[in-house]
């Protein structure tokens, strides 16, 4: 009897510690990581009428007309960077077409330069000669005798590798295949090898390539036809050589139409998560409907060039992912052609530019700064000048957890954290507003952090920190359960959750 009893204590234990392994196992480790909701990754479940909601960027100003001679109606395939506190530099196509495909002069790569992000000017950088000048703000030609033709998709952005030579601060790649393109100055370019470093693909868009920090690894993603047009991705120690063989992105639902640019990045406030913003290409060919789009003259006009031209749209999604490969694609527009009479729902516009770059507000002096991107309108539009407005949307407010005044909740899955404070990035109306409560991994909640002693959060703010109502008084202290497996459960009403995140 004495043995039984022993070999029961001895199942029990080691039972116990596989079921405490197997919960271990399942803890997400979010540490001190700023976290979206941009995904299921941290969602255990929705109640009430919580649900996850797409945001839309709201349309601003034009920013930028490209009416110079060397320039025209095809804008396009454009990169913002915010190379310092006060420094912004936008690559840009300058072409300029005929029913959007006959070309009317030489596809030329050009500079803008901001302080702002918002009014842009053009250098006069004396590089390449156009009708007899050089006082123009090109960089590069489609017959540079050097770097051959790179100008059409060519991609620049700032190498973030702490290794990197100061000589290459700046690298690119562009050309069909794609060659690697280095710069001390973001201006003067050479190519760094003399063969391409990705040959599998269909080139024939903007193809872009960065130092992923997280993962610490160079990332490429460039466009392939697959089902339509699709998007690969490869990955290389070095830059200029020692890149895997591609592979095709998988997408979650679905990948929710031809895909054409991709513009993937790293979200500078969470670089473990991919956040990209590709141009959906949407054909539904001759139907009632296009004859009531804008310009249905010009349309019929162009369609005797390529059917195509008049009656495919190009408009902006969202998707994101935390590996690279496996992105989670919203299947609604995150911009949509817009409600305007002209010059609008053509193909060509709406592409959004590679890079996502910090603004200063335009609502206010004192109000937080806001996340911008840039877009095309007008374009491919016979004898008129194609166009860049700028949209922005709050920071982190790409996806939030939204429920209506009848209220929902949110419980994340078990998560291990660094930190002392919890801070929300959110929104509410006046009447509305959060609570939080935390659960053990019992799913009970975890004494003085009940969501009934969270005073209601109301406000907008996009760092506010979460406080419980002890004997004491207010406390936000929650160090205590960093090394234990937590859920936070969240109640919403008439409110809005972008992120949160434990703040040491």
Same mark, same amino acid.
């Given at each position: ?9 001895? $199942? ?7 079921? %405490? ?31 996850? %909601? ?28 915010? +190379? ?7 690559? &840009? ?17 050009? =500079? ?36 051959? &033709? ?49 040959? !599998? ?10 130092? +992923? ?111 690279? *490969? ?23 516009? *709406? ?23 840039? /877009?095309?309108?007008?374009? =491919? !539009? ?15 407010? $790409? ?16 998560? !291990? ?21 935390? /659960? ?19 406000? +907008? ?9 002890? %004997?004491?008084? =207010? ?8 090394? !234990? ?14 992120? $949160?995140?434990?703040?040491?």
């Amino acid at each position: 009897m004495k043995n039984i009893k022993i070999f029961n204590c001895l $199942f029990l234990f080691v039972l116990y510690g596989l079921v %405490s392994t197997k919960a271990n196992f399942n803890v997400l480790k979010v540490d001190d990581r700023r976290e979206l909701f941009v995904d299921n990754h941290l969602i255990e479940k929705l109640e009430g009428f919580a649900r996850q %909601s797409l945001n839309n960027p709201i349309p601003r100003e034009i920013v930028f007309v490209s009416d110079k001679p060397w320039e025209g109606n095809g804008l396009n395939y454009v990169t913002v960077i915010k +190379d310092s506190k006060n420094s912004y530099k936008m690559y &840009y196509r300058g072409a300029d077409y005929d029913r959007g495909v006959k070309s009317l002069h030489d596809q030329f790569y050009c =500079l803008a330069v901001s302080k702002d992000g918002i009014k842009w000017r053009r250098p006069d950088l004396g590089l390449v000669e156009f009708k007899g000048s050089k006082a123009n703000n090109i960089i590069l030609t489609e017959k540079d005798p050097v770097l051959g &033709y790179i100008c059409h998709n060519f991609s620049p952005f700032i190498d973030l590798n702490p290794e990197a030579s100061i000589s290459e601060k700046y690298k690119a790649i562009g050309g069909g295949p794609l060659f690697p393109l280095v710069s001390a100055d973001g201006i003067l370019w050479k190519k760094a090898t003399k063969k391409p470093i990705i040959s !599998q693909g269909a080139f024939d868009s903007q193809n872009l390539a960065f130092w +992923d920090s997280v993962r610490r690894e160079y990332r490429a993603y460039h466009r392939e036809f697959r089902n339509g047009r699709d998007i690969m991705t490869e990955t290389s120690p070095s830059f200029t050589d020692s890149w895997k063989k591609p592979v095709f992105l998988e997408y979650t639902p679905e990948r929710g139409g031809e895909l054409y640019t991709n513009q993937i990045t790293p979200y500078f406030r969470a670089p473990h998560i991919f956040v990209g913003f590709p141009t959906r290409y949407e054909d539904r060919g001759l139907t009632p409907s296009t004859r009531h789009l804008p310009q249905w003259e010009y349309r019929q006009q162009r369609s005797k060039v390529s059917i195509r031209e008049g009656t495919a749209v190009t408009e902006g999604l969202f998707m994101s992912s935390r590996d690279g *490969n496996n992105f989670t694609v919203f299947q609604e527009a995150f911009i949509r052609p817009g409600l305007r009479a002209k010059d609008s729902w053509f193909y060509g516009d *709406n592409y959004q530019n590679n890079g996502l770059v910090e603004t200063k507000s335009s609502l206010a002096e004192d109000a937080p700064s806001e996340l911008s991107m840039y /877009l095309t309108e007008a374009t =491919l !539009q016979n004898g008129k000048p194609a166009k860049l407005r700028r949209y922005s949307i709050r920071m982190d407010g $790409f996806v939030s957890i939204t429920a209506p005044m009848k209220g929902g909740k949110l419980t994340t899955k078990l998560i !291990q954290f660094s930190g002392h404070k919890l801070s929300i990035n959110y929104s509410s109306s006046a009447r509305g507003g959060i609570r939080v409560g935390i /659960l053990g991994a019992d799913g009970n909640y975890i004494s003085g952090y009940e969501i009934e002693n969270c005073p209601w959060i109301y406000g +907008d703010s996009l760092n506010r920190i979460v406080e419980w109502t002890r %004997s004491d008084g =207010l406390s936000y202290k929650v160090s205590s359960l960093s090394d !234990q497996g937590i859920k936070l459960v969240f109640e919403l009403k008439d409110a809005d959750l972008f992120s $949160f995140k434990f703040i040491k």
